[in-house]
């Protein structure tokens, strides 16, 4: 049990008033950097570290606890699980950024079996950062291709009618990206 077991915790409560993407970097404009914890390791990802070395897909999620997760990104998750080899194919890292706290999300890792980087946000600074925006306790996802200088060359945001990026999707842009 956490502080943030159960649908209705302190993270639910500062998510739950409807807010619509804001601010929200644009494709072009340099990603904004960040630093959060990893499951599994005793330091932290710097997305600045990727500058220079490879692109990175930076997948946000919705997960309201360990054990509730939201329709539309449960799928999502699974497709980028079955589809991450295709992603290290092309010499790109899959960041997945959840708003689970650190035991939350190591039971989520465990559970699921993520062969993916699965980074926490239980205070939703970074969620925030990106202006991804909230509904119903839990911030909404949303999905940014990042090239290796840092630029943010894609972005997807949550809709009812078009929930995440497709993987497919994800792929094709990455492909622009190495000219195939």
Do not use: W
């Not at 998510?15 to 950097?33: E, K, M, R, W, Y």
């Not at 490879?54 to 998750?77: D, W």
């Not at 999905?143 to 894609?154: C, H, K, L, M």
């Amino acid at each position: 049990m956490t502080g943030n077991t159960g649908l209705f915790n302190r993270r639910f409560a500062s998510n739950f008033i409807p807010l619509p993407p804001f601010q929200v970097p644009t494709v072009g404009s340099t990603a904004p950097d960040f630093s959060l914890p990893i499951v599994g390791s005793e330091n932290d990802v710097q997305l600045s570290d990727y500058r220079g070395k490879e692109p990175v897909v930076l997948a946000f999620t919705r997960i309201f606890t360990e054990k509730l997760f939201c329709p539309y990104c449960y799928p999502h998750i699974q497709d980028l699980k079955g589809r991450y080899q295709d992603l290290k194919d092309r010499g790109v890292e899959l960041l997945m950024i959840a708003s689970t706290d650190p035991v939350q999300s190591q039971q989520i890792v465990d559970q699921l079996s993520l062969p993916y980087p699965f980074l926490y946000d239980p205070d939703c600074s970074i969620f925030r950062r990106y202006g991804v925006g909230q509904a119903l306790g839990a911030p909404l996802p949303a999905q940014f291709i990042v090239d290796r200088e840092g630029r943010i060359t894609f972005r997807h945001l949550f809709s009812f009618i078009d929930g995440n990026a497709e993987t497919d999707t994800i792929l094709r842009e990455l492909d622009k990206l190495s000219g195939k």
